[in-house]
């Protein structure tokens, strides 16, 4: 994927980084990321693989109820279902 795509991917989730983080994708642009961001940004755009873990470890549920209501926050529709 390219970087321009990734970051207009990652930046329907602004306001919410901005009311829990006080940070948005284009304060992140360009920097090293810190250890948790990194983790955050996995956590808001998982991969294939990262999902299928996550249903294998059961940790799926919990992390489909948090994703839905980042989304409430930022306005946006799931799009993530469960195969």
Not at 59 to 83: G, M, N
Request: charged share 30%; net charge negative; proline share 4%.
């Amino acid at each position: 994927m390219h970087s321009d795509t990734y970051i207009s991917i990652m930046e329907q989730y602004d306001k919410f980084l901005m009311e829990t983080y006080n940070i948005t994708i284009q304060k992140l642009k360009g920097k090293p990321l810190m250890v948790w961001q990194v983790d955050l940004l996995r956590r808001l755009n998982p991969t294939d693989f990262e999902l299928t873990t996550m249903k294998e470890l059961d940790e799926f549920y919990a992390w489909h109820e948090w994703i839905s209501k980042v989304l409430l926050r930022c306005k946006v529709q799931p799009v993530v279902t469960e195969d």
